[in-house]
């Protein structure tokens, strides 16, 4: 090889090796780069790692820091809990879940009297041992082993029930254990000393208030009985005194002392009603009832009132409302006859109206029944609205200081109407009047939904006449909800001028101001009105009894009288109507005597028997109501207490009177025989007092009976053995033997010689239970005293046996 080609070589060489430096170089220089971006990352990254584990280390400090705080605070709150744990007097323990003692305060180790193994870890069974070994505990009448027994089966339960222990020195204490979900118990120990002995200070005081509250009772009966016993003498006597001849000053004399008796006797009643309310001891007896018969006898027994001061007191009654619900009638009665009593007493001109409307019920059978008693009387004053129903409260202002009252029967009322669930209310205008309304819930008995009724073919229109236009508002209403056109006249002149062809039927008060009821109806028939129907109502009960039969009225209504009295006079005047068109009449010649205008009257309108409403038991049913149609209702007495309550109708205690066999006194007629007279009917009275012997015989004496009198118990179980009474009016409270007694050895010789006889107690007690008692007894009729001469009439004629002589004289009427 030339040296100019190895030249050439070497420097090809050269310059291979330089570029190969020169690649080198730069990766070299590409490495360095890199590695210095990726150390300078380095760099940064164990910057902010040194700079977190710095602040990690801060917070770590920190947290150190407040641990120590938390725990000083944690070990701060632990001392105060203990320590208040520690001061409680009431004893607190804990338990693990093997029943081993964990902790307990100084309450609840002292129980154990310092015993040093009563300490954290000692078990719960242990320390029931030790309570008994060591007679810390009474555990009365169960052994040790018993008492030990039950307390460790409470301990094992879920959840314990509280159970009080009654420590060695009369402490009591209250266990209350309540057990965790990990097993843990927490128990209670409360020292209950000062409650046990509260509760027997109270228990004590509550036996002393029992006896007070049986004492007031029995004070409250004793009064009852021996303010009642005297009055029997005092009323009854006047009663007498009233049926002899008199002068009219020696009969204002009698009346006044009969009227204070029963004025008395009206406070009585209201004191021991509140007084057995405020003891709550009145209890509701509900039992079917016919609300609308309830509202008849009221306003009959109060008619005399009414009629005295010239009031008409008016009943308006649904159509459509139900008249059979469910109830205590005694005290709805009592309602009623306060409210309507009260409303009479401060009416002194106008009226007083009783309404009784009601809802649907709710189709359980219990229906809304409103009542309002509205009057025209004095009044209340706004202010004193709120003071009417207070006790032994009264509106007193110079109007009405004439008017006398406990200030009971309104707060009486109110709460017997909210006893039933009802409410009530008044609304009252100074010396324009006053409504007094009430509200209660009845469940209808039975099926009853009043319809429409239906009249007879031909009754379309009809006339009222009344001058008293309230009467007539009530009347022209019922008749129009029965689908009558009416025509209202306010006097007989009037209705002479009202009448017309299309008239069917015309309806008039019977007294009337100068032209009455019978002068209306023969000027009618003058006037040629001869074939109209005539309907005569009236509200004296003295005319409707003794009222003859006159040939120009077809019927006669007492006032206030039923729906059913009404329609059944309306059905039975629509059978007299004449169908078709009625020819004009012509005016006939002034009527001569009766016989001439009867002898001309048509066939169609002859005079129908006179019936009236008659005063029937409040829970007569439906079948005793028709039979009862056409009685005579008996002059309603004065509003005086008079309580009789009757073993069931049907009960041989209570036998039915038969009819009188009026030939009884021609048996043997025409016979060979002749006939034996009949007896006297036999009445035993058994009275210690010699005042109420006076009263009860003279109250007797015109009854044809053979009385005999008893002093005690044992007279009279004598006198039943020989005089072999008919019946026995007996005296509750008698020495030696009261009546009770005495009617039960009576009922002993009944079982062995058959036969029962009627037995009434005549008593002074009216507290409540005490007519339970003396049914209990045995006997059949409770009637409280003071007496009524009527009463004891009717109890004669009522148990008066067969084949004895008529109980009635001849002379006396034998109609009621």
Not at 58 to 67: R, T, Y
Not at 269 to 296: G, M, T
């Amino acid at each position: 090889m030339s040296l100019a080609n190895k030249l050439a070589e070497e420097r090809r060489s050269r310059l291979a090796a330089e570029r190969l430096l020169e690649l080198k170089q730069a990766e070299l220089s590409a490495a360095n780069r890199k590695l210095g971006r990726h150390a300078l990352a380095l760099t940064k990254q164990i910057d902010e790692t040194q700079a977190e584990v710095a602040t990690v280390r801060d917070e770590n400090e920190k947290v150190k820091s407040d641990l120590t705080v938390a725990n000083a605070k944690i070990e701060v709150a632990e001392r105060r809990l203990w320590h208040s744990i520690q001061t409680i007097q009431d004893g607190f323990a804990f338990f693990d879940g093997d029943s081993n003692l964990i902790g307990a305060n100084t309450a609840y180790l002292n129980a154990f009297d310092g015993l040093e193994e009563v300490a954290p870890g000692v078990n719960y069974i242990r320390i029931l041992q030790i309570l008994t070994d060591e007679g810390l505990v009474n555990t009365g009448r169960q052994t040790p082993d018993e008492w030990r027994a039950m307390m460790t089966e409470r301990w094992l339960q879920p959840n314990p029930e509280p159970v009080v222990m009654r420590m060695w020195n009369n402490v009591y204490v209250k266990l209350i254990d309540q057990r965790g979900l990990g097993g843990d118990v927490v128990s209670l120990a409360l020292n209950i000393t000062s409650t046990v002995q509260y509760e027997a200070q109270l228990k004590k005081a509550r036996s002393k208030a029992e006896a007070a509250s049986r004492a007031k009772s029995a004070f409250l009966a004793n009064m009852s009985h021996e303010i009642r016993t005297p009055m029997n003498g005092v009323v009854g006597m006047a009663d007498l005194l009233n049926d002899t001849p008199l002068d009219e000053e020696q009969r204002l004399y009698v009346n006044t002392i009969k009227s204070s008796g029963e004025a008395l006797l009206v406070i009585i009643n209201d004191v021991l009603d509140y007084s057995k309310i405020e003891a709550e001891k009145v209890v509701l007896h509900p039992e079917p009832f016919d609300l609308e018969r309830c509202v008849q006898e009221i306003v009959l027994l109060l008619q005399p009132i009414a009629r005295d001061k010239g009031l008409p007191l008016i009943v308006d009654y649904d159509v459509f409302l139900p008249t059979r619900f469910v109830g205590d009638p005694g005290r709805i009665r009592q309602v009623l006859t306060n409210l309507v009593g009260n409303a009479l007493k401060f009416t002194l001109k106008g009226h007083v109206m009783i309404r009784v409307t009601g809802v649907p019920d709710d189709g359980e059978g219990a229906s809304s029944v409103y009542i309002s008693i509205e009057d025209t009387g004095i009044g209340i004053p706004a202010d004193k609205i709120d003071h009417i129903f207070g006790e032994f409260n009264q509106v007193e202002d110079e109007q009405n200081r004439q008017f006398e009252g406990t200030g009971l029967g309104l707060a009486i009322t109110k709460r017997l109407v909210e006893m039933m669930g009802g409410s009530i209310w008044v609304e009252s205008e100074s010396g324009k009047g006053s409504c007094f309304g009430l509200q209660v819930n009845l469940d209808r008995a039975g099926d009853e939904r009043p319809g429409p009724p239906s009249l007879p073919e031909g009754l379309r229109h009809a006339l009222v006449v009344d001058d008293q236009p309230e009467n007539r508002a009530v009347l022209e209403k019922k008749l129009i909800q029965l689908g009558l056109t009416v025509t209202s006249c306010g006097s007989g002149a009037e209705a002479l001028d009202a009448m017309s062809d299309d008239i069917d039927l015309v309806l008039s008060d019977h007294n009337m101001p100068e032209m009455d009821g019978l002068e209306l109806v023969g000027a009618l028939r003058a006037k040629g009105w001869s074939d109209v129907p005539f309907l005569l109502l009236t509200s004296n009960a003295g005319f409707a009894q003794n009222a003859p039969s006159f040939a120009l009225v077809q019927g006669l209504l007492q006032k206030p009288f039923p729906r059913h009295e009404l329609l059944a006079r309306l059905a039975e005047i629509g059978t007299r109507i004449r169908q078709g068109p009625r020819p004009g009449h012509v005016d006939a010649p002034e009527p001569g005597p009766a016989e001439e205008v009867e002898t001309g009257a048509p066939e169609s309108l002859a005079p129908v028997a006179f019936r009236h409403t008659s005063l029937l038991p409040m829970n007569a049913p439906p079948d005793e109501a028709e039979m009862a149609k056409g009685a005579s209702a008996p002059e309603p007495e004065a509003p005086v207490e008079q309580t009789e309550i009757s073993i069931a109708a049907n009960s041989p205690a209570s036998p039915a009177k038969p009819p009188l066999d009026t030939d009884a006194g021609l048996a043997g007629v025409g016979s060979d025989t002749p006939a034996e007279p009949l007896r006297l009917m036999r009445v035993l009275a058994a009275e210690d007092n010699k005042t109420n012997q006076l009263v009860l015989r003279k109250m007797l004496k015109d009854l044809n009976i053979d009385l005999r009198f008893a002093n005690n118990g044992f007279e009279t179980v004598a006198a039943f053995s020989d005089f072999k009474p008919d019946m026995i009016f007996m005296d509750i409270s008698m020495p030696k033997m009261d009546g009770k007694e005495a009617t039960r050895e009576i009922r002993k010789l009944e079982k062995s010689t058959g036969g029962h006889i009627p037995i009434v107690a005549l008593t002074a007690h009216a507290m409540d239970g005490d007519s339970e008692g003396i049914l209990a007894a045995g006997l059949d009729r409770y009637m409280t005293k003071p007496l009524r001469k009527a009463a004891i009439h009717e109890r004669v004629a009522e148990y008066c046996p067969p084949g004895v002589q008529d109980v009635l004289p001849q002379t006396e009427d034998t109609r009621s």
